[in-house]
């Protein structure tokens, strides 16, 4: 099976769908989107498969990003797809894509339904 998620090494939850992929016998091509951002069209892209809003995929917890990017639980998916694409520590993670489709795994555990 072919997969691919967006991954930070530093991220407890990216760790731990990593490994129940790979005790899946599933071996992810990885987007480390820190080092590598996603640009606007692929996060609007992976909104698209997920049919979820913007909103859905922001990590609000990073405060100090938040106000930098000027973004509030308001503000329009086209301003938070900027802000994403401009500061991708605003990207919640991991985003898990297979066959089956596209999710945030957030608990770890709902990878499960991709596999």
Not at 21 to 46: C, F, G, I, N, S
């Amino acid at each position: 099976m072919q997969a691919w998620m967006t991954y930070n090494a530093r991220c407890g939850t990216a760790r731990a769908v990593l490994d129940i992929l790979r005790q899946r016998d599933v071996a992810p091509e990885l987007r480390e989107y820190l080092t590598a951002p996603l640009t606007r069209a692929e996060l609007a892209a992976l909104l698209k498969e997920m049919q979820v809003p913007a909103r859905a995929i922001v990590r609000w917890k990073e405060k100090d990003a938040v106000a930098a990017a000027g973004i509030a639980a308001d503000s329009t998916d086209d301003a938070l797809l900027d802000a994403m694409a401009a500061h991708p520590i605003l990207v919640n993670r991991p985003i898990v894509r297979t066959a089956k489709g596209t999710k945030l795994c957030r608990p770890s555990e709902t990878v499960e339904a991709l596999l």
